[in-house]
């Protein structure tokens, strides 16, 4: 009996957790986020009342848009989530001599941000079916992940099944799912890269802020990256013609945008970070193999199908003003991604942001109204070099770490074995400060150090990796192999090292 009565609370509970109610009160909603009144019932989720779109409804959508448009759209599926889902990818690109911009697409990455898949959906419905969208379908060739993280996404839980974030796995590839997603994604070589993700607007230190808290007021919000890895050109690119153009259009449309923020505490104080520098996530890595991109935050996670149209809206124009964009600026686009391959400046291995008070929007609890907000801002946007290394011509790594070079042919990038004896000019790197992090942190043990450079000449065997940093994702490999750097495989914890330890990794000088 004892059994029976906690089995019934316990699914109880269950129940009650997966059903929890929006925080958001009916008059914030109405007031400052009224749902969209112009989209159509085309997609799974907005045929019906409850609930999003499965995996059944997913894939079936996807497949009646390859019945609808044969010579259009293709569906390739890269393999398994960690449940045995089949993930799909679509292609979308009709046939003609023209020289297409070429971009990619995802969502779904938190499994907890639906908004994202459903708005991408919506789009590729748009895209092929609405007669004004021809001439931007004739221009472009599209690849979309409309589900990155089905387990997750199935479960309405922000994590794979493994419990890693795959939007911390970039660089470390430990989840099955980011090293399929890598490969299709290396191998399509897009000039643009978008990934779509809703934001919490409801926080526990947001609770502390203003009289009696506050929630975020923004519909969306740009995340694009300020590493200074990533050339000059393709940073201001980036944020001068594509963000400022959906900027103009978020405006037009009366949806309340910004740059991202996210808060922590620093000495006890909330600080909102603002920006992107962590070659981890996917704005900055994508950003450093040389393409323009961004990573779009609308206002969500948490609030259930609360503004769910309005959400799903902003996604869709959001992909439609990048992918115009992107059209109109086609030999521009590819011609500052060629002047960036060719950059030569040092390598930033470490950099900080800069920090100075600003306000932001915000909706105040007590009065339901829109504040001015003062904060204290640190951003990304604004960083400076703290460590700098003159780029080398290419690096060495040594036959015998199979594990990093399998995670750099997912990454893309390309090696030659040497095919004799060689004596190279290098710099070996020996660590000369080390500290393991006490906390596991996304099931690896970070490791800090600091390392000592020193010119040798060394002979390396046959079967030895050259790397030319004449490559177009020279830039991310500088931000796994530089060992000081935050989201290297040292500081990860791939490459397992020790106090005085000489790494496996070499600079090279002259070839």
């Not at 293709?74 to 045995?84: L, N, P």
């Not at 902003?314 to 439609?320: G, H, N, S």
């Amino acid at each position: 009996m004892r059994n029976s009565i906690i089995l019934v609370i316990s699914v109880f509970v269950f129940f009650a957790l997966q059903a929890q109610p929006s925080p958001q009160s009916k008059k914030i909603t109405k007031k400052f986020f009224p749902d969209s009144e112009s989209l159509l019932p085309v997609t799974p989720a907005l045929k019906k009342k409850r609930g999003y779109t499965n995996y059944k409804e997913l894939i079936s959508f996807i497949n009646d848009l390859k019945e609808s448009h044969p010579s259009v759209v293709s569906i390739k599926y890269i393999g398994e989530s960690q449940k045995g889902y089949k993930i799909p990818v679509i292609q979308i690109k009709t046939i003609s001599d023209s020289e297409k911009i070429k971009i990619w697409m995802q969502a779904g990455l938190h499994g907890n941000e639906p908004a994202g898949t459903e708005g991408l959906l919506y789009y590729m419905h748009s895209i092929l079916n609405n007669n004004s969208y021809a001439d931007l379908l004739e221009g472009v060739d599209l690849l979309i992940l409309p589900m990155a993280n089905i387990d997750g996404y199935l479960k309405d839980n922000r994590y794979a099944a493994n419990g890693l974030d795959l939007n911390r796995d970039q660089t470390k590839l430990m989840a099955p799912e980011t090293r399929l997603i890598k490969k299709v994604f290396c191998e399509f070589n897009a000039h643009v890269g978008l990934d779509f993700h809703e934001y919490r607007p409801y926080r526990k230190d947001f609770a502390q802020l203003s009289d009696f808290g506050i929630t975020s007021a923004y519909d969306t919000m740009f995340l694009y990256s300020g590493n200074l890895n990533v050339p000059e050109n393709i940073r201001n690119y980036t944020n001068d013609v594509f963000v400022q153009n959906a900027r103009k259009l978020m405006d037009f449309k009366n949806f309340r945008h910004r740059e991202y923020t996210s808060t922590g505490k620093y000495a006890g104080e909330i600080h909102f970070t603002q920006g992107s520098s962590n070659a981890r996530s996917s704005a900055t890595n994508y950003a450093l193999n040389n393409m323009i991109s961004t990573l779009f935050e609308v206002r969500g996670v948490g609030l259930g199908k609360t503004s769910f149209k309005r959400r799903i809206e902003i996604t869709l124009e959001l992909a439609l003003s990048y992918t115009k964009t992107a059209v109109e600026n086609t030999t521009a686009i590819k011609n500052e991604i060629q002047k960036a391959i060719l950059d030569s400046k040092p390598v930033v291995v470490t950099s900080k942001r800069k920090v100075y008070k600003d306000t932001i929007k915000a909706i105040d609890l007590d009065t339901e109204s829109l504040i001015d907000l003062d904060v204290t801002i640190r951003d990304a946007l604004q960083s400076s070099p703290v460590l700098e290394r003159l780029k080398p011509n290419a690096y060495i790594i040594e036959a015998s770490q199979i594990a990093i070079l399998n995670k750099l042919k997912n990454l893309g990038i390309e090696m030659i074995p040497l095919i004799e004896d060689k004596l190279f000019t290098v710099e070996a790197y020996r660590i000369s400060s080390y500290n393991e992090a006490s906390k596991v942190y996304e099931k690896m043990k970070l490791q800090k150090v600091k390392t000592e450079v020193t010119t040798i000449q060394k002979e390396f065997p046959v079967g030895t990796l050259l790397i030319s940093m004449q490559q177009q994702r020279s830039n991310l490999l500088t931000e796994v192999l530089e060992p000081e750097a935050p989201n290297s495989f040292v500081s990860f914890g791939v490459l397992k090292t020790k106090l005085d330890d000489t790494l496996p990794i070499y600079r090279v000088i002259n070839k």
